[in-house]
């Protein structure tokens, strides 16, 4: 029996949003209910607008829109954030968690509007249930959010468009619509609470790491916006052209950036960060380890182009090839959340930055490095670089990131949570870098039966979700601030639900699947 996969990945995530509802049953969680089968309906008239090619922009090849699953992350994410804020009393982060869960409705519904605004001949049901749900979000947005959280709403939203129309015109076949809106619509929302926070500095507190995150994507975002729109009028690959842009990067981290920064900090980042990683002994050997990693995974990239070119008839690296890569990035991540999670925090934004300005330096061909850089990474491209960036190493430094960024600390007594939250900073080692690196690995090698509708296989999935029990294991043994108490059943079913996804889903699963098990985790 033939079965399509994206009604599977939506009945999948469709059980998440009835976990999320039944433990929260609040009007949101009403909404998220409403959303979710609206979203199913546009999607299906997204996948007919993309085969068709009737699409505004150029989406990436060879996958579904992904509307159902990206339009579910943000209003989840929000509504779990908001039940654990609230239990633990703080106010503050219990109103911004509102204000994540509508503005992701927001967006979704935005993502919808524009595929029924297109779609001929005007489909009549879809519209109707779309507007249905329309009507239930901005309802329970007039009765639960303020006029300022209103407006800070819609502000997001106006980034967001503004924003859509520049990267899905630069970057066309880089992002599905699901996608686009996943990681678009994160940096509009970052966007926003940096500029909020920018103008009322009388209000800025917290934790001067957190400040790191924010800097750092909008610095790269205008760096990428400048030099992509400057490139357009003059050639790159010159050295005047190589010359001048190292030289507006040094001017927009030193002059812009580090300035920005140091009004939130209160100090200079270069003297904070020097004495952050010095702070103890234990930081600076955490540091040499990942140099050494760092070494490691250079030396993978160098000696599988050397195969390449002595010969060999290889012209892609295999699946268990890339998979190197998730192991080395699990050696670096599980030492940092057991021994030092700040620590690991800051590396893994410093890391975004370096990744981003390479890719950068690779895309506009910049001298010296750039032509170099390209010829090492085509070796490790698959069917989702289909775009001209190369964003797989970037999506599963992010997937591996995103539970560490997100860790509601403030709304955590002493930074610990208890039962199945305690391993909520693990989501992304667990999903990526032990259930996904499984999967790949034991279905391409050993894997004979297949899941309806998909190449992947059931051996593989099983593989995936035994391991992952194995390193919740590792986890409780290791680190003392995870503590289960009676949540197992809890825990194997949340591994199951998002090992089902990612058997099904034809989305970037290396920046999905972490965010799915970090909500169920979290409840």
Known sequence: MQVNPVYVESAVVLAVVLCVHMAIWNQHSWCSVALVIQAFYVQHKWDRLLKSGAAVFQFRLSANS???????????????????????????????????????????????????????????????????????????TKQTLTVSEVIEVLEVLLIFVYLCLIVLYLLPRCFTPGEALLIVGGISLILNQLIKRSLNLAEVKGDPVNYFLPVVVVGSLLLGVFFALLFCFMESETWVSSLFFHMMTAVLVLGILMPWLSLFIGRHPIMWLLDFVTLNDRRLCLLGYWMFLAIVATCVVLHQNYQRHAGSKKHQASTVVRKYFHLIVVATYVPGLIYDRQLLHVASVGCLAVFLLLEYVRYFRILPFGQLLRQLLTLFLDERDSGPLILTHIYLLLGMSLPIWLFPGPCAPKGILTGAGGLVPYAGVLAVGVGDTVASVFGSTMGEIRWPGTRKTLEGTATSVFAQIIAVAMFLIFDGNVNLNSTYSWIVGSITLVALLEAYTSQIDNLLLPLYLFILLLL
């Not at 219990?94 to 204000?99: A, K, Q, T, W, Y």
């Not at 967006?107 to 605004?117: C, N, P, R, T, V």
């Open 66 to 140: 992904g509307i159902v699953p990206a339009s579910m992350v943000m209003p989840l994410l929000g509504l779990v954030l908001r039940e654990k804020c609230s239990a633990s009393g703080n106010v503050y982060f219990e109103r911004f968690s509102m204000v994540i869960t509508i503005t992701g409705m927001m967006l979704a519904l935005f993502l919808s509007l524009i595929a029924l605004g297109i779609t001929r001949p005007v489909p009549t049901n879809t519209c109707i249930i779309a507007g249905l749900a329309g009507s239930a979000i901005l309802y329970t």
